[in-house]
């Protein structure tokens, strides 16, 4: 189930991808954008905290999570959609653990900050190590955006729907996972999902006027 706006139905464990796209260079592109990376952007953040978001940049995370999977892509077996963004959530999991720990070191005076990976070279020169297209800054850019309009809808919900709406609809784990972790019987959480989804929609609609209306010229 996506987060972006309009959107209601689960993702499927079909798709209109070659048999192994994710070891092709002409597919894999057209592979990640079909990710919904604006919502990947959310769950990263989420993951990374206030504590540490002045440290590690979430696109940083995300580019090298993109060259970890291109290179080490032979490691996971295709099965589905749904199966390759969870493998790819798992990079970036350990990546920003990586990063936490280095900023605190840092912080404590024991080692020097982290190169981001974005700053080993220009941004052309990342994106060169993975294949045509796959990352350009105007779509880290347009999905950062994205993923900020989504994270303030997200963070207007009160805190029992927003938990509920932020595991299933952004990390994508299924409803009776997210009552277990929640610690919360599966009726609860199926509740709190009905109603945080509309709610969700609701502000997110709210959020995308306001947005429009400060880009619309003064008469």
């Known amino acids: 189930m996506f987060p972006g706006h309009g959107t209601a139905t689960p993702m499927q464990p079909t798709d209109p991808h070659p048999s192994q796209p994710h070891l092709d260079p002409a597919s894999w592109g057209r592979l990640v954008d079909s990710?919904?990376?604006?919502?990947?952007?959310?769950?990263?953040?989420?993951?990374?905290?206030?504590?540490?978001?002045?440290?590690?940049?979430?696109?940083?995370?995300?580019?090298?999570?993109?060259?970890l999977a291109w290179r080490d892509r032979q490691q996971h077996t295709w099965q589905h959609l749904v199966?390759?963004?969870?493998?790819l959530l798992g990079i970036a999991r350990h990546r920003i653990d990586d990063a936490c720990r280095r900023a605190l070191r840092h912080k404590r005076g024991g080692g020097k900050a982290a190169t981001a990976f974005t700053d080993l070279g220009t941004q052309d020169s990342v994106s060169g190590y993975l294949p045509p297209q796959s990352t350009t800054p105007s779509r880290i850019a347009s999905h950062r955006e994205?993923?900020?309009?989504?994270?303030?809808?997200?963070?207007?919900?009160?805190?029992?729907?927003?938990?509920v709406v932020r595991?299933?609809?952004?990390?994508?784990?299924?409803?009776?996972?997210?009552?277990e972790q929640l610690g919360i019987p599966l009726s609860t959480a199926k509740e709190r999902?009905?109603?945080?989804?509309?709610?969700?929609?609701?502000?997110?609609?709210?959020?995308?006027?306001?947005?429009r209306s400060r880009a619309e010229p003064a008469p």
């Open 35 to 67: 990710l919904d990376i604006a919502s990947i952007f959310v769950v990263i953040g989420s993951w990374i905290g206030p504590q540490f978001q002045a440290a590690i940049a979430v696109e940083d995370i995300w580019q090298e999570t993109l060259w």
């Open 83 to 87: 199966a390759y963004r969870n493998w």
């Open 146 to 163: 994205r993923a900020r309009v989504m994270a303030s809808a997200l963070d207007r919900l009160e805190v029992p729907l927003r938990d």
């Open 167 to 179: 595991l299933r609809l952004f990390e994508e784990l299924p409803v009776r996972s997210v009552a």
């Open 193 to 211: 999902l009905m109603r945080g989804v509309t709610r969700y929609r609701d502000l997110l609609g709210v959020i995308e006027g306001e947005g």
